[in-house]
């Protein structure tokens, strides 16, 4: 299989698709002579004909049959850029029969099927590259296989989507509310028409799964990651937490507990010194902890066409190395194995608790009882604003189980004066 | 040569070598298993008889003698952690011709005689990895090498020196001098007892230099490097900056021009806004922007034993599967070519100026005639304070060439009325 040149071909000539068309186009050379391998564009793949014609490439390069790419033998790394399950799956299961490296950027694909894909790729000496699944531009997947190896990573803290940190951004620079600030991204384009993956946290669960396999070296299974999305956010939350010196933020994250992973995606209040809290806009930042390397973050544009073609690109790049010199690359997963999981129930955390209360005398007290009674200790208690006989009170508890937060809680709600749909936050350790 | 073990020697048993030494021994089977090598260390190599035998290896595996690791055909990959230029470049071209692949954390040998230790490795079909030369434990040379391998990149500003960032932080922080705050860091462990290399920038311009080969893809010969330490910046000018949004950080900067590569290491005023800015004490980050990726960091301890050993041992890894599956993965660097260099004259940024002037009429007229004649417009005059007779005034240029600021501030200096010693820090564009 030694040989100068490999071949690509690239299945979804959609937004991404067409970004990594235009760097190969602008860079094939300089790439080929940095990596010492020929990179040539063998066909492109993609059901819509008129997409494809759009691509201006030569007829004899176009196909709206994948088949014509999968069971082509002179082609020796097909890119997936087509996204969700299937027919994603049963694409790259036959390049990987047909003898051929995969690179994709499908986030949902290998977070709920990665391991048996990657398990088929072993079985046939062969590889899937995955960076550009997570992070769009940022380069994270490499780093934790390679940079990473000899460290034990105990925690990651990531804010892996780019449309709720956009949200989160502009509600607190221009007190928008999160249904204006999401219109105004989906005019921007950095949210989708329908943006309920972004909103609800699956988007952000997806990609916390597969980096956390890579971190921890197990096996994830996705109904093991509580996911709470930012719907319950709300302006008034924000200003109050910039207040008490933090910034509200959607944090995917994964830590290894003597117990097992505890994986989570939430609304989170993030200290304002913490690097984390000063990535701003569509930005993304994933934030490591490791025994020996201590602290690391990476920074970058977690999507866009652009971005997202380099880390394919660079995916494409280290596939063709890997046939040229005839050398698997992507032995690291192979360790995966299966482990425990703490139910987020069991999680000790602080809690930010805002909510209206009718203004009698003896609400506090009942509030004290209720919490302690539980057990929860309060940090700090802020009575905010009045309206008429109604006041507003926030308040942040000392390191609770979320457990007893829950119940002490529910006693909360169950106090006359106290009106439901309060706001709940959890701290950033 | 295909193996299923991999055998290591390491010579200088210092603070990285130990730290080098403990993560090898604390996670050797996991670090084996994930790469599909067994490790094995064969010998530790240290002129210091009584800090080897600290180590407690068993008296078989330590030798005062580098030859006896050089010249040991059983081993496969040499660790060279002894610094400086000599004997450590005969040592690393020793290994080569031994046919060994080399990992070294060694910046000013990389810095200086880089080019020449890989072309002789390229010749012997070896590598030498050396992530450990910048930024400590950040993942830096292996993203530059391969996650961005498809993009071009167009600028790179870092915070490469911890010592110095320590010091501006605390300087602000607690309102310290210089001199206060370097004590500080050396009671601390943050700066050598002989801190010039840091404070006078030396130490940032050698990462400079690695850095911008690799973005670049040129040979960089150190003379074209314009470096300014850090003696010049006072508590002042940090809380003067800060007023008008911006944090003093010590940048190296590498930029490709239409003209060349513009290469300088200097005090610098960083918007408050800019990722860079909030990258708190002795915290190392690299800021990268590229055509396609636009804009990426790296952030993390960017010195330390335990963090620098995570970059020795992920060098060690992939030196280990090169061998295993005789592979050359730094195939990268071949494509080093010559290239023209910007002089720091012919640059254009804009400029903060702080100085004393005798308060008397027309002082700013002759301020003002003085810039107006070079064509050097202001973005903003303050004066600040005043002692008596003496004003202190704080101005911030527009966009100028630096042989034109130059020439204004030499005449501005020539004015009675003004003090000599002007504090000038250049702004992040």
Redo the contacts between chains.
């Keep these: 299989m030694d040989k100068e040149s490999v071949k690509i071909g690239l299945i979804g000539s959609g937004t991404i698709g067409s970004g990594v068309l235009d760097?190969?186009r602008n860079?094939v050379e300089?790439?080929s002579?940095?990596?010492?391998v020929t990179l040539v564009l063998e066909k492109v793949a993609d059901r819509d004909l008129p997409k494809l014609r759009a691509l201006q490439l030569p007829e004899e390069l176009i196909t709206t049959s994948a088949e014509d790419i999968l069971q082509e033998p002179e082609i020796d790394i097909v890119i997936e850029l087509i996204g969700g399950i299937e027919p994603a799956r049963s694409f790259i299961v036959s390049a990987l029969e047909h003898g051929k490296y995969v690179v994709t950027a499908n986030k949902d694909l290998m977070a709920t099927h990665g391991d048996e894909l990657l398990a088929l790729a072993r079985e046939k000496d062969l590889n899937i590259f995955y960076?550009a699944s997570v992070g769009g531009?940022?380069?994270l997947i490499?780093?934790l296989k390679?940079?990473?190896?000899?460290?034990?990573i105990h925690r990651l803290v990531g804010i892996v989507n780019g449309t709720t940190n956009y949200i989160f951004t502009r509600m607190y620079q221009d007190q928008m509310s999160l249904d204006e600030a999401l219109a105004e991204a989906q005019k921007l384009g950095f949210a989708e028409p329908d943006p309920s993956s972004d909103i609800e946290g699956r988007d952000a669960a997806y990609k916390l799964i597969i980096l956390s396999g890579l971190a921890f070296?197990n096996s994830i299974d996705p109904d093991q990651v509580y996911v709470e999305g930012i719907k319950g956010v709300t302006y008034q939350d924000i200003a109050y937490a910039k207040e008490i010196g933090y910034t509200v933020k959607l944090l995917a994250i994964g830590e290894k507990l003597p117990e097992g992973l505890a994986l989570r995606v939430h609304p989170t209040l993030v200290p304002d010194?913490h690097?984390l809290a000063?990535?701003?806009n569509e930005f993304n930042a994933i934030y490591i902890e490791?025994?020996?390397?201590?602290?690391?973050?990476?920074?970058?544009?977690g999507a866009?066409a652009?971005?997202t073609?380099?880390?394919v690109?660079?995916d494409?790049?280290?596939a063709a190395?890997?046939i040229r010199?005839?050398?698997?690359?992507g032995?690291?997963e192979?360790?995966y194995s299966k482990t425990s999981f703490v139910p987020i129930d069991d999680l000790i955390t602080s809690f930010y608790l805002r909510f209206l209360a009718d203004d009698r005398p003896g609400v506090f007290a009942s509030l004290a009882e209720a919490f302690g009674d539980e057990e929860v200790s309060l940090d700090m208690v802020i009575q905010k604003r009045r309206y008429g006989n109604t006041a507003e009170i926030v308040l942040v508890t000392h390191d609770v189980k979320e457990k007893a937060f829950q119940k002490a809680l529910a006693r909360v709600l169950d106090i006359p004066e106290i009106k439901p749909n309060p706001s709940v936050i959890r701290l950033l350790a």
């Design positions: 760097l190969f860079n300089r790439i002579e940095k990596i010492g960076e531009g940022i380069p490499r780093p390679q940079s990473l190896v000899s460290d034990r070296g010194k690097p000063s990535v701003l490791g025994d020996a390397v201590g602290e690391v973050m990476f920074y970058g544009p866009g652009k971005p073609a380099t880390a690109l660079a494409v790049a280290e190395r890997s010199y005839q050398c698997a690359n032995i690291i192979k360790t």
